[in-house]
């Protein structure tokens, strides 16, 4: 099952990163000025990650794919890493919509 993890940054923003069944980061958020903010971040992720629409299938200016997340306003939530390929960007994708929804909430902040 996968995990919402709050921290805060050097900078005291808070952020959010979606992990995995398996301790991979597969979302990591944009910066919040507050805690509450954030959660309302992972409320987004939640609801916007089940609809295909909200993810931007992007290419790096290296080359490689990788995602961002959209609430419905438009704004990015967050964005995955680097994939090596189209497939592999298809698949973490796939896991965000399978982990987002039931994923708890740990605060490390």
Same mark, same amino acid.
């Given at each position: 099952? #996968?995990? =919402?993890?709050? @921290?805060?940054? *050097?900078?005291?923003?808070?952020? &959010?990163? %979606? !992990?995995?069944? /398996? $301790? +991979?980061?597969?979302?990591?958020?944009?910066?919040?000025?507050?805690?509450?903010?954030?959660?309302?971040?992972?409320?987004?992720?939640?609801?916007?990650?089940?609809?295909? #629409?909200? =993810?931007?299938? @992007?290419?790096? *200016?290296?080359?490689?794919?990788? &995602?961002? %997340? !959209?609430?419905? /306003? $438009? +704004?990015?939530?967050?964005?995955?890493?680097?994939?090596?390929?189209?497939?592999?960007?298809?698949?973490?994708?796939?896991?965000?919509?399978?982990?987002?929804?039931?994923?708890?909430?740990?605060?490390?902040?």
């Amino acid at each position: 099952m #996968g995990k =919402f993890e709050i @921290k805060k940054d *050097k900078s005291g923003q808070f952020r &959010f990163n %979606l !992990k995995a069944g /398996n $301790g +991979q980061v597969i979302l990591s958020s944009e910066a919040y000025k507050t805690k509450s903010a954030c959660e309302n971040g992972i409320e987004s992720v939640r609801k916007n990650s089940k609809n295909d #629409g909200m =993810f931007d299938r @992007k290419v790096a *200016k290296n080359g490689k794919p990788y &995602f961002g %997340l !959209k609430a419905s /306003n $438009g +704004q990015e939530i967050g964005a995955s890493q680097m994939y090596a390929s189209a497939s592999s960007m298809a698949n973490g994708i796939a896991s965000v919509k399978k982990n987002a929804a039931s994923a708890k909430v740990v605060d490390n902040s």
